[in-house]
């Protein structure tokens, strides 16, 4: 097999990962204090939608990433209100928001389908970025999958070494008694639930800016849903993430490449492959109960409700 | 500080008005949209939510497209009942067309006339099988594995996506159609038939309505429909009585499953009289919204379904008459469902009485806004 065909095949792993690493990172936190957003779907395209609408209209990428942050916060207020405060049923409003989201981005997105913007600029560094295998494995990607990477490493460090993450669990496994001793359980899932909307909505726009810069209808294709499963797949911890995000990343890559890697399968098939892989590893993970016991935030899903 | 106390016991009044105050504010976010459109409101409303109704041929489509919906719909709302969540009914669907499909062409061709009236109850029992295959999947692997039924269902809907257009391009594509990715027209044996002369609805219709009846059946007079009845709102106590969650996950994705097939038939035997890279726009998850809707009951859903047809067919007569986007219909039904939560507020809560309000210490009274 060809060497450079194999480390194109790599680098295009990673920017596959990079939206769902995103996601799933900040669901994972929502999840911990007890909040499960089953609209993330709807979130990441409403942040593709406006990522992209902001970036065409005013030439920048970063006002287009700052566009998606704020659109996936707005989604997340959205379900946080019903959630949190009116109390609705989690699985319904996500599902809800996941409906609406597929409505809102397409009517937004109406007049966007066919342009093209351009993709998000990458890592040009003298030297480094032009060694070769070492070059275009580490040091020519876009800004934002270290990014990604960078934010797994925060967000590990922070839940489990300081004193917010502390709260976010203890949040997450005892509301009750969390909120007997004085902790803003209802304001702290406020917080946790923005931050994972801010960051589905840019998983969104990277699709939408960086793997391939224009709009469709639909474009996250269920990558939403797969970020809820890696957060099973992870086991609740942020490491599991990377693993997962990079695993599905190689899957989903395999359907451009499978061609080029001599695989005489009608691409449909390949194309289905990251959905069954989601299948299965989920089968993996939750046949043994306990794992699942042990993992799960004890709140996870329940509405809160002081008295 | 709060104004909102709660209910000693859920109002009945409530659940019931709470989809009509839904649908109500629906319909006025759907005029302002009207409105930032630089429409005329009260003529788009027109257009949108009276017109379709103002012919026969529209009542027609109302029902053709209210069909799926119902079929759907119903079978979800019995799962969601037990608290078991199929999200996938859109794939059962289209492996309930797929299913359809092959029989409708294997037996294409065929003159024998003792053959002919089988086809179309052949299509049904196939159809109703291929949806229950596809519902059988996240059903066995929830009771087995423990697996989460709404991402297992969810992530095999855009498994049969692909499997369709795997077919549509190649296996089954028709030779004669100029390389469109599609089949062949069924034969005449192989398409239901129609309700009323010029209207398209067709015979699915009365199927769903059976089906309607049937769930109410199941869910008013069988232990069964108790069993899960129970489960769903009281999990604890079902336990206690011993009765068997497995039981249920497989009976609500049994029949939400081979109802959502019977609606592939209805499509691909009906409207479109072929297999095509899409057999649903999205059917299936428009069914999520029609069982909260309709209250997860039977009659509920049937009226829901109605109402959802409507957002599809004045969304597309919007698109004709005033250029307006087709993505406003799922704009509305997004917000139906928002609406709905939100309302369902006060089937358990109710405003307080401004002057007691003045009066009562803020302990003596339960409170949402309570710990902030």
């Known amino acids: ?307 | 500080m709060s104004r909102l106390e709660a209910r000693p016991e859920p109002s009945r009044t409530m659940m019931l008005a709470s989809p009509l105050i839904a649908a109500a504010a629906m319909l006025v976010s759907g005029s302002l949209l009207f409105l930032f459109l630089g429409q005329e409101p009260l003529h788009a409303f027109y257009v949108y939510f009276i017109a379709p109704l103002s012919s026969a041929y529209g009542i027609g489509e109302l029902l053709l497209k209210a069909t799926p919906l119902i079929l759907c719909g119903v079978g979800l709302a019995i799962g969601f009942r037990a608290n078991v969540h199929n999200i996938g009914a859109d794939g059962q669907l289209t492996m309930g067309a797929v299913a359809a499909g092959c029989v409708a062409l294997y037996f294409d061709g065929v003159e024998a006339p003792v053959l002919k009236p089988i086809v179309l109850p052949l299509m049904i029992v196939a159809g109703a099988l291929g949806g229950l295959a596809w519902a059988a999947v996240p059903a066995l692997l929830r009771t087995r594995f423990n697996t989460s039924e709404i991402l297992v269902s969810l992530m095999l809907v855009y498994v049969a996506y692909l499997f369709l257009g795997y077919l549509v391009h190649g296996p089954l594509r028709d030779p004669a159609g100029f390389n469109f990715p599609q089949s062949k027209m069924f034969g005449e044996s192989a398409l239901l038939p129609l309700l009323a002369e010029g209207l398209r609805v067709n015979a699915a219709f009365l199927l769903s309505l059976v089906a309607v009846a049937g769930a109410w059946f199941f869910c008013r007079h069988t232990f069964a429909g108790y069993r899960m009845q129970v489960s769903g709102m009281a999990p604890a106590a079902a336990l206690y009585a011993g009765f068997s969650e497995p039981k249920n996950v497989w009976l609500a994705f049994m029949v939400s499953g081979a109802l959502a097939g019977v609606a592939g038939v209805g499509e691909v035997a009906g409207p479109l009289g072929q297999l095509q890279p899409s057999v649903s726009p999205g059917y299936g998850f428009a069914a999520i919204i029609v069982a909260y809707v309709g209250r997860l009951h039977p009659l509920g859903v049937l009226l829901a379904s109605l109402l959802m047809s409507l957002l599809y067919i004045g969304g597309e007569s919007a698109q004709i008459e005033l250029q307006l986007p087709s993505a406003i219909t799922g704009l509305f039904q997004g917000l139906l469902l928002f609406y709905l939560l939100a309302a369902d507020l006060f089937i358990h809560y109710r405003f307080k009485p401004r002057t007691r309000a003045t009066t009562t210490t803020p302990i003596a009274t339960e409170s949402l806004q309570h710990e902030s």
């Open chain 1, 1 to 307: 097999m060809n060497p450079e065909y194999v480390i194109a095949f790599l680098a295009s792993t990673a920017a596959a990962a990079t939206p769902l690493v995103l996601a799933s990172t900040g669901e994972l936190v929502a999840e911990r204090s007890g909040v499960m957003n089953l609209g993330l779907e709807g979130v990441m395209l409403v942040g593709a939608v406006a990522g992209f609408s902001a970036t065409l209209h005013s030439g920048s990428a970063a006002l287009g990433l700052l566009a998606a942050l704020a659109a996936g916060m707005a989604m997340a207020l959205v379900f946080a209100i019903l959630v949190l405060t009116l109390q609705t049923n989690q699985v319904a409003t996500g599902l809800a928001l996941t409906l609406f989201g597929l409505g809102l981005s397409a009517f937004l997105g109406r007049d966007l389908v066919g342009q093209t913007v351009a993709p998000l600029p990458h890592l040009s560094i003298p030297v480094l970025s032009n060694l070769p295998f070492v070059g275009p494995l580490l040091f020519r990607f876009d800004a934002l999958v270290y990014v990604s990477l960078l934010l797994v490493g925060v967000v590990a460090w922070v839940l489990a070494r300081t004193r917010i993450g502390l709260l976010i669990r203890a949040v997450g496994e005892a509301p009750h008694s969390a909120h007997a001793i004085g902790m803003p359980v209802v304001k702290l899932r406020y917080a946790t639930v923005l931050f994972g909307g801010a960051l589905a909505g840019l998983g969104g726009a990277y699709m939408s800016l960086a793997l391939t810069p224009m709009w469709v209808e639909g474009m996250t294709a269920g990558r939403g849903w797969i970020a809820l499963a890696q957060v099973v797949f992870a086991t609740w911890k942020p490491r599991g993430l990377l693993l997962g995000a990079y695993l599905f990343g190689g899957v989903t890559v395999l359907q451009f490449h499978g061609q080029g890697l001599g695989i005489a399968i009608p691409s449909e098939f390949l194309s289905m492959l990251p959905y069954l892989a989601t299948i299965v590893v989920l089968v993996i993970i939750c046949r043994n109960p306990q794992t699942i016991l042990l993992n799960k935030p004890m709140s996870l899903g329940q509405s809160f409700k002081a008295d």
